[in-house]
């Protein structure tokens, strides 16, 4: 991995840089791009509501089978952390037995999440800290962070938010500085929830679900000022999801897991190259796991090592 920082440099610049089941049309069949399914997996972290976090890998499959990995116990403060980024892992630290790291919002304030394991594979409590970066984040409604695969895993991070008002807002780490240059883009009030879908050189794409059910791409050119472009995928039957989570699936595919909070469950899709209404969307079935803790999110290797997801 040549021009990357070091392992243990990754986790340090890490934390500083932040000082119901839905239907698919009828006749819709596995594209081409998504054959691989039953090979691809996706790994789940949550927030549960004692402050704790979980991690499973999913595999898609007939049926899907999932793998319980190590919890690591009371991390935040009960009951309040509200919103995650995706968490990347250094399993090999030195001195340590790896480290995580993240972004939470924990009631109204945005706080960097980093903590560093024993060799024994316990959160080493000297360690641990949760970094307020500031307050105000009340009402968002989601939170990510875009790691490209690049040469400098720094170069193209990209923090995201959504609030409650409609209004996208994203923030760069153009040298590993920090929340910086924001830019923002309204008329998004009627959408529930977002997943990464795609990482390029000169955009990032969301897939967004909305209150009445529409499933959209958003593309955000990362050229300033940030126009989206807007895709409509399908037009009904996706507003059960609070979560989604996705996954690339073979070449140009993805895998894509919706998690309904209010009956606790689990759905997996395998989901084309992003072409508007055209998309190919295959249903996978249900998840033998229950989803009930209130925050999701989705768990990588350090940045720049996850692949790229599909592109439009």
Same mark, same amino acid.
């Given at each position: 991995m040549s021009g990357r920082l070091g392992t243990a440099g990754?986790?340090?610049?890490?934390?500083?840089?932040?000082?119901? +089941? #839905?239907? +698919?049309?009828?006749?819709e069949a596995l594209a081409a791009d998504t054959t691989a399914t039953a090979a691809c997996k996706l790994e789940v972290g949550s927030v549960t509501a004692g402050g704790d976090h979980t991690d499973r890998v999913i595999t898609a499959g007939s049926p899907a089978t999932v793998q319980q990995k190590p919890s690591y116990p009371d991390l935040y403060p009960e009951g309040l952390p509200r919103l995650s980024s995706l968490f990347f892992n250094d399993p090999v630290v030195q001195g340590f037995g790896g480290a995580y790291a993240g972004h939470v919002v924990i009631g109204s304030g945005l706080y960097s999440s980093t903590y560093f394991l024993t060799e024994a594979g316990e959160v080493d409590r000297t360690q641990s800290h949760n970094f307020r970066i500031g307050g105000g984040w009340g009402d968002a409604t989601f939170l990510e962070t875009s790691y490209p695969k690049d040469p400098d895993p720094w170069?193209?991070?990209?923090?995201?938010?959504?609030?409650?008002?409609?209004?996208? &807002?994203?923030?760069?780490?153009?040298?590993?500085?920090?929340?910086?240059?924001?830019?923002?883009?309204?008329?998004?009030?009627? +959408?529930?929830?977002?997943?990464?879908?795609?990482?390029?050189?000169?955009?990032?794409?969301? #897939?967004? &679900?909305?209150r009445g059910g529409a499933l959209y791409t958003i593309r955000l050119p990362l050229a300033s000022p940030m126009k989206p472009i807007v895709k409509r995928v399908r037009s009904a039957t996706w507003q059960g999801f609070e979560t989604l989570i996705a996954e690339k699936c073979g070449q140009?595919?993805?895998?894509? #897991?919706?998690?309904?909070?209010?009956?606790g469950s689990g759905y997996l899709y395998a989901v084309g190259h992003a072409n508007g209404a055209a998309t190919v969307i295959n249903g996978l079935g249900k998840v033998p796991a229950t989803f009930a803790d209130p925050v999701s999110f989705r768990r990588v290797l350090q940045p720049g090592d996850q692949p790229l997801l599909f592109g439009e």
């Amino acid at each position: 991995m040549s021009g990357r920082l070091g392992t243990a440099g990754r986790v340090a610049a890490a934390a500083a840089l932040v000082t119901g +089941v #839905l239907a +698919v049309a009828p006749g819709e069949a596995l594209a081409a791009d998504t054959t691989a399914t039953a090979a691809c997996k996706l790994e789940v972290g949550s927030v549960t509501a004692g402050g704790d976090h979980t991690d499973r890998v999913i595999t898609a499959g007939s049926p899907a089978t999932v793998q319980q990995k190590p919890s690591y116990p009371d991390l935040y403060p009960e009951g309040l952390p509200r919103l995650s980024s995706l968490f990347f892992n250094d399993p090999v630290v030195q001195g340590f037995g790896g480290a995580y790291a993240g972004h939470v919002v924990i009631g109204s304030g945005l706080y960097s999440s980093t903590y560093f394991l024993t060799e024994a594979g316990e959160v080493d409590r000297t360690q641990s800290h949760n970094f307020r970066i500031g307050g105000g984040w009340g009402d968002a409604t989601f939170l990510e962070t875009s790691y490209p695969k690049d040469p400098d895993p720094w170069a193209l991070v990209n923090h995201y938010s959504l609030r409650s008002n409609g209004t996208i &807002t994203r923030w760069d780490d153009k040298g590993g500085f920090g929340w910086t240059n924001p830019q923002s883009a309204g008329g998004f009030a009627a +959408v529930k929830t977002m997943t990464l879908l795609s990482q390029t050189a000169t955009y990032d794409t969301f #897939l967004a &679900t909305t209150r009445g059910g529409a499933l959209y791409t958003i593309r955000l050119p990362l050229a300033s000022p940030m126009k989206p472009i807007v895709k409509r995928v399908r037009s009904a039957t996706w507003q059960g999801f609070e979560t989604l989570i996705a996954e690339k699936c073979g070449q140009y595919g993805t895998l894509l #897991l919706g998690i309904d909070k209010d009956t606790g469950s689990g759905y997996l899709y395998a989901v084309g190259h992003a072409n508007g209404a055209a998309t190919v969307i295959n249903g996978l079935g249900k998840v033998p796991a229950t989803f009930a803790d209130p925050v999701s999110f989705r768990r990588v290797l350090q940045p720049g090592d996850q692949p790229l997801l599909f592109g439009e």
